[in-house]
């Protein structure tokens, strides 16, 4: 009987069991080690810098260095913000093909840690609120891309890889569409199609409520051949063999868009408490 207990106990250690959806999951029971954690006592430059970058005709721009204040550090969070400053103004943020964006009223905050923080799978994870939500436009994101992504900006000779073929493939953690639902999110894999600029957006993805009000851990990790995706810890989606398509080294964006031309006033907040990056030991 003792030997039966023990076997037990030592087989509990080394793993568990996931349901989702009818399929079992046996997880090896492995630490998670810390290679990256940032929170945000400061704007530390190693590990990010802002992206300028026109993308989804977004109708903001995207300024640099805290223009406006769009992305604050202060009281040990990072504020990214979208703020409406009352009057049109030229924009340098261009798109991939050249195309430079029009005058706007609108700035916003947007950073990368391309170039400073990149990883190969293992563990992302922010703990992030939104100061309100569900508003026409809103589009605050949390994600992950290739690091041979060829948009700017463009600072290593191997950053030739469009958008969303491996090299340069996405994964969404946490985004908000405040024209859909207050207090939802989806996350999941863009799934490619083989193709340049041509993604599967919704195949993979879920959506999922919560008090977007408050602060909650978002985060995915590769799981063999799988990528899970947690809520504070709790596995809320999965994408079932789709880790290995994303053998590359990722680097994390945090930005806070606006997407339509519904009006705003003042500004919109995301309030990002920490990023980490872990392995398993």
Same mark, same amino acid.
């Given at each position: ?25 046996? +997880? ?22 802002? !992206? %300028?970058?026109? +993308? ?5 721009? @995207? +300024? ?6 769009? %992305?604050? /550090? ?7 913000? /979208? ?6 103004? #030229? ?13 706007? !009223? ?7 840690? =391309? ?5 190969? =799978? ?6 992030? =609120?939104?100061?309100?939500? *569900? &508003? #026409? ?8 891309? *290739?690091? !041979?992504?060829?948009?700017? #900006?463009?600072?290593?000779?191997? &950053? ?8 340069? *493939? ?35 993805? =879920? ?12 985060? +995915?990790?590769? &799981?063999?051949?799988?990528?899970? @995706? ?5 596995? /809320? ?18 930005? @806070? ?11 919109? /907040? ?12």
């Amino acid at each position: 009987m003792k030997y039966g207990i023990y076997t037990m106990i030592a087989i509990c250690l080394l793993s568990c069991i996931k349901e989702n959806k009818g399929v079992t999951h046996i +997880v090896e029971d492995t630490v998670w080690e810390i290679d990256f954690l940032d929170n945000f006592d400061t704007f530390n430059s190693d590990n990010w810098q802002d !992206q %300028r970058i026109w +993308v989804n005709n977004e109708t903001h721009c @995207y +300024v640099p260095d805290n223009e406006f204040g769009t %992305r604050e /550090v202060s009281d040990g969070t990072l504020k990214l913000k /979208v703020v409406n400053i009352g009057k049109k103004r #030229p924009c340098d943020n261009f798109d991939k093909h050249g195309n430079q964006h029009p005058e706007t !009223q609108y700035v916003a905050g947007r950073i990368a840690s =391309k170039n400073r923080k990149e990883f190969i =799978k293992g563990k992302w994870t922010a703990r992030l =609120k939104l100061r309100n939500n *569900g &508003e #026409p436009s809103m589009f605050p994101a949390w994600w992950i891309l *290739g690091s !041979q992504n060829n948009e700017s #900006p463009v600072q290593e000779a191997d &950053e030739t890889v469009c958008w969303p073929m491996t090299g340069s *493939g996405e994964i969404d953690i946490f985004e908000h569409h405040g024209d859909h639902h207050k207090n939802s999110f989806t996350t999941g894999a863009i799934k490619s199609l083989e193709e340049c600029n041509k993604g599967d957006w919704w195949t993979l993805r =879920k959506s999922l409520n919560a008090n977007l009000g408050e602060f909650h851990e978002y985060s +995915v990790e590769w &799981e063999k051949d799988d990528l899970v @995706y947690r809520l504070d810890e709790k596995e /809320v989606h999965r994408n079932i063999g789709e880790g290995n398509k994303y053998p590359e080294s990722m680097f994390a964006i945090l930005n @806070y868009a606006k997407i339509t031309d519904s009006p705003m006033e003042g500004e919109w /907040v995301m309030e990002v408490d920490w990023v980490k990056h872990e392995y398993r030991k």
